[in-house]
């Protein structure tokens, strides 16, 4: 019974405060839970997030997802982030000017069209004597 009641508090303990990590001898038939808290994290770095967080970026070029007891793995993840956002930005932009290059090449087509489709009429001159 003592032991059921340990058992409890630890359980208590992980639910009040996500900060602390303890552990306890535990029957293997018993349900164990076990929370945890990264507190230099974004809201946005849970597990299901990582898995293709830019699907519009090649496999190989994806951020892999951190060790979450790694601070400094967890830096890298962020900054590989903020670089494939920056990535995607740019791609964005020349996606949009080439458009654009497209667009003017088309009406400068035109108008060279236009120029060349109008009819020459040969003019001549009679001299009067």
Known sequence: M?????LEQ???SIDSSAHMITTARVPADKQVRIAFSLND???DASPENFSLAFPELDQQLQPLPPCHDSKESMQ???QHCKIAEEYHE???EIALLEERKS?????????????VSVPVVP?????GC
């Open 10 to 12: 630890t359980s208590k």
């Open 103 to 115: 667009i003017h090449l088309c009406h400068s087509n035109d108008k060279s069209h236009l120029a």
């Open 123 to 127: 003019v001549t001159v009679h001299r």
């Open 41 to 43: 994290s974004p809201d």
């Open 76 to 78: 890298v993840y962020k």
């Open 90 to 92: 740019v791609k964005k």
């Open 2 to 6: 003592a032991g059921s009641k340990q």
